[in-house]
């Protein structure tokens, strides 16, 4: 099985950063992709920003040049750094990834989830 485990949110004032982190344990033969999802009362989860294992990145357009999503392989951890937060990027994050079992087979794995609140 595997567990991923969120930690970084919190509230910050408009324009401040925080950093997300999001990490993997259990028994698995590699991770794939990592990333994040956001979802804000009322609003549907979206994608914010995912990495390749190989570190190749995509983002949603609104958080590109202010969000950075890395992650270190030998940890099995990814973090998403974000600055100059806006009310609009507030929500519950959910960093996932995807996992080659031992199965063999490639699955989705989630996080608890992180509430970030941005005041304006």
């Known amino acids: 099985q595997v567990q991923l485990v969120e930690s970084g949110g919190g509230l910050v004032q408009s324009g401040g950063s925080l950093r997300l982190s999001c990490a993997a344990s259990?028994?698995?033969?590699?991770?794939?992709?990592m990333g994040w999802y956001r979802q804000a009362p009322g609003k549907q989860r979206e994608s914010v920003a995912s990495i390749s294992r190989g570190g190749d990145t995509i983002y949603i357009d609104s958080v590109k040049a202010r969000f950075t999503i890395s992650r270190d392989n030998a940890k099995n951890v990814a973090y998403l750094e974000m600055n100059s937060l806006k009310p609009e990027d507030a929500g519950v994050y959910y960093c996932y990834s995807n996992v080659r079992t031992y199965l063999n087979v490639v699955r989705a794995f989630w996080g608890q989830g992180t509430q970030v609140t941005v005041s304006s």
């Open positions: 259990g028994s698995f033969i590699l991770i794939n992709d």
